[in-house]
């Protein structure tokens, strides 16, 4: 060991000498002090744009979507913050993007607000949305007076995958058969894996990506959610259940809340909600 240590040591010391004429050189001994942090996180910017058109329109993987976030993360750092709330079964992150004037922040009397996408797998326009929606509030905040009115008085927290899993298994083999990847890694529909006001579960117990979205809930005091899905046109709001299991309109205190929000929605003409 003693040996070992002196080699290295002396290693360091004789190749200093050597490091401004070898940029190789130089970028070993950086990454056994540390590096230069600015140079860093610029190199890391300018690799996510290397590795993706964040302007492009297309699905996204797990990689590219990591890529995707951690990039307007960093350029737009004074709105935006990303973090994990915790990993899918098969251990990928579950990613939240927080665009806020004060990311990190709760401020006294600003609502906060998360929006959900991709619980099913296979169905990736959710994913595909938010993502954009990201892009579009961030790029967006210095010239609209709109969208800087939206993000200064409100906790925005978006994640656009909640069963990454699914999704790769969609991508991958779901091809000749649509339904592939719309359960997480251990075939459990996430969707219906929630607790509701009269049943623990209807799947079993909680699976990893549903335990961290409730950690995640219990953590910041939102008023309100979405969580977006394909496959047919409605706006759903709780509940549809009943003492005795049956499927049946149980409405909730908020039931007025809810119903004007549905109907509001139903009524925004699609180029609206495309465009504004």
Not at 23 to 39: N, Y
Not at 150 to 156: A, C, H
Not at 250 to 259: L, N
């Amino acid at each position: 060991m003693y040996r070992f240590s002196t080699f290295v040591v002396c290693g360091i010391i004789l190749t200093s000498h050597f490091a401004n004429s070898n940029p190789l050189i130089k970028k070993v001994l950086d990454m056994i002090h540390g590096g230069d942090q600015k140079e860093s996180t610029h190199d890391e910017k300018r690799k996510s744009v290397d590795i993706l058109n964040v302007n492009e329109f297309k699905h996204h993987d797990y990689e590219e979507m990591t890529w995707f976030l951690k990039y307007f993360a960093q350029k737009y750092s004074d709105i935006a913050r990303l973090y994990s709330i915790g990993y899918s079964v098969q251990n990928r992150k579950l990613w939240v993007m927080e665009i806020s004037d004060n990311p990190g922040k709760h401020e006294a009397g600003e609502p906060e607000i998360k929006y959900i996408g991709n619980i099913h797998g296979n169905e990736a326009l959710g994913r595909e949305l938010l993502l954009q929606l990201i892009k579009y509030l961030c790029e967006s905040y210095e010239n609209e007076p709109k969208i800087k009115t939206l993000v200064d008085t409100t906790g925005i927290h978006i994640l656009p995958s909640m069963n990454p899993d699914g999704y790769e298994m969609a991508a991958v083999r779901g091809k000749g058969n649509k339904l592939v990847g719309k359960r997480n890694a251990y075939r459990v529909d996430l969707n219906r894996n929630f607790p509701d006001q009269f049943f623990p579960s209807t799947t079993g117990p909680p699976q990893s990506e549903v335990r961290a979205v409730m950690e995640w809930i219990k953590t910041y005091p939102f008023v309100l959610s979405a969580s977006l899905h394909s496959g047919a046109l409605v706006a759903l709001y709780p509940y549809d259940d009943s003492p005795s299991g049956q499927s049946l309109y149980s409405a909730t205190p908020d039931d007025d809340v809810f119903r004007h929000l549905a109907k509001t929605y139903s009524q925004v003409p699609c180029c609206y909600l495309l465009f504004w």
